[in-house]
């Protein structure tokens, strides 16, 4: 389902399991900081909605989304960490970076995943413009923060 057809902050909350003394790891991308930091907003609210402390909330910020990857998996393979969110905003430019980028991210961040067994989840925005973006990061169609950090909570409740 489009997401212009959903919003992104609103979940189905049954089988969510007591989360809050488990530990996150959120990595965030710089580049559109404006994004993404509203992303970190929506995942940090939706995190504390479910009873975690800030101090169980290690963030670390990365250059760029090509890099969530890579501090994803810094985070990952920290024994004291049960989730991990990766948040990023990458925006059509005139080539085809664009692809590359997400399609590494993407890649990325599932390979993480599997190698620690652990959730590392994909909150990476891929918008054609800076309106569809700010529309997902806390506008009319909800917080792709929000919804990254229900995921890591509903995979901790797998
Ligand atoms: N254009 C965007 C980028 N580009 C930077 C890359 O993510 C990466 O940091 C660089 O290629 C060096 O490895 N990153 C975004 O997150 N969003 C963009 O729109
Ligand atoms: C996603 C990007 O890297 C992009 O913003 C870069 O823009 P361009 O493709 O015009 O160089």
Not at 24 to 34: D, K, L, Q, T, Y
Request: hydrophobic share 40%; glycine share 10%; aromatic share 6%.
């Amino acid at each position: 389902m489009a997401t212009a057809l959903k919003n992104l902050s609103e979940y189905q909350s049954e089988g969510i399991r007591d989360v809050s003394a488990r530990r996150f790891g959120i990595v965030v991308a710089e580049w559109n900081h404006e994004v993404t930091e509203a992303l970190f907003e929506g995942a940090i609210a939706t995190l504390k909605q479910h009873g975690v402390p800030d101090e169980n909330v290690v963030r670390k910020n990365v250059p760029g989304s090509f890099e969530l990857s890579l501090g994803g998996q810094y985070l990952a393979q920290r024994p004291d960490i049960d989730a991990v969110i990766c948040l990023g905003c990458v925006i059509q430019g005139e080539t085809r970076h664009f692809d590359f980028i997400c399609s590494a991210v993407a890649h990325g961040i599932t390979e993480v995943g599997l190698k620690y067994n652990k959730p590392v989840i994909f909150g990476v925005l891929t918008p054609d413009n800076q309106q569809q973006a700010l529309d997902r990061a806390g506008g009319k169609h909800g917080n792709k923060g929000d919804e990254a950090a229900i995921t890591a909570i509903k995979m901790l409740s797998f």
